[in-house]
């Protein structure tokens, strides 16, 4: 052999070794703190779930076993993993329409006294409070011959206010008419997940919450709207923010989370002083009083004095 040939085997012996030393697990675990986001450190102290966390799975070369790698635990899915959302709806049927079996709500319309006009389907969409009228607006645009689409008019007169001019008596019985149809309620769901539910777990996830913190988010998006006012989502977070600092702030999940229901619930009250906030006290406060915060099951809560569970 040539020596020009042991040099090169050589050399390649030497890159080999120092490839493998640098793809260590310890060099790997060494980059990943050292790029790593407070709001990720700060995820990693909430309470894991544990049908979160996966096994990476190694290739094996031809012939042999792969050696065994560290596991990693991949990002929990929280309240948008598909056990999770159903369970988020059933919460919020339980406040919203008194039921566990939220699919019933689609053709749900009401006025119930709040000054937000009509209140229908599943989510609560309202007539006075500009979520009806852009739901019906989309879905006329992709179903130009609805049975709702004659009421645009007279929706965009009423937005804003309790009215039901140009309304009644016909509205109520089209909105249930279409609620039978398999496009309606598909456009409900898509509308609930835009405006309320995708908007409130993604932000729920940069302040470094877990599943029940991003349920706490979306139930507060559904009440109180996606707003920037004193009553507004955004206005309430905004004020939780100054008084306690969330998890991707440092601060602690449980102690956040409720400065934020307790501003929650006053807002309620500064509302109305007679206004139920059983959905607060003594369902989500439960939740998080247990010490719940991956929302498992089973569950146990009441609103308005009626106990719902969840095996």
């Known amino acids: 052999m040539k020596r020009a040939d042991c040099l090169f085997f050589v050399l390649v012996a030497v890159l080999i070794t120092t490839a493998v030393h640098v793809a260590t697990p310890e060099h790997a675990t060494a980059d990943a ?20 966390r996966t096994k990476a799975v190694a290739t094996p070369a031809a012939g042999r076993a792969a050696p065994a790698r560290p596991s990693a635990p991949a990002r929990s899915a929280g309240l948008a993993a ?19 079996t939220w699919r019933e709500a689609y053709g749900y319309i009401e006025d119930i006294g709040d000054g ?21 607006e989309r879905y006329t645009k992709a179903h130009p011959d609805n049975g709702l689409a004659r009421y645009l008019p007279a929706l965009r007169e009423v937005d804003g206010t309790d009215s039901h001019e140009g309304l009644d008596p016909g509205f109520p019985a089209a909105w249930r008419h279409e609620a039978g149809l398999a496009a309606f309620r598909a456009a409900q769901d898509s509308e609930r997940d835009r405006v309320y539910f995708d908007p409130a777990v993604r ?20 009440l109180h709207g996606p707003g920037t006012g004193d009553h507004g989502f955004h206005g309430l977070r905004e004020r939780a923010v100054r008084e306690a600092a969330p998890p991707s702030g440092g601060g ?30 003594t369902a989500q406060r439960r939740f998080l ?6 929302l498992r099951t089973p569950l146990e809560w009441q609103v308005y004095g009626e106990t719902y569970r969840v095996p």
């Open 33 to 52: 703190k050292a790029g790593a986001s407070p709001a990720a450190h700060s995820r990693a102290r909430a309470q894991p779930e544990p049908a979160a």
């Open 82 to 100: 598909p056990d999770k959302k159903e369970l988020a709806q059933q919460i919020v049927a339980s406040a919203e329409n008194s039921t566990l």
């Open 116 to 136: 937000q006009g009509y209140t229908a389907g599943l989510i609560g969409f309202c007539t006075g409070t500009h979520d009806l009228l852009t739901l019906v």
């Open 203 to 222: 932000q729920a996830r940069l302040d470094g919450l877990g599943t029940l913190g991003q349920f706490i988010y979306y139930d507060a998006m559904v």
């Open 252 to 281: 602690d999940e449980t102690t956040y989370l409720g400065t934020f229901l307790d501003i929650r619930r006053a807002a309620m009250k500064s509302e109305d002083p007679d206004r139920d906030t059983t959905r607060i006290d």
């Open 289 to 294: 009083r247990e010490g719940n915060l991956g």
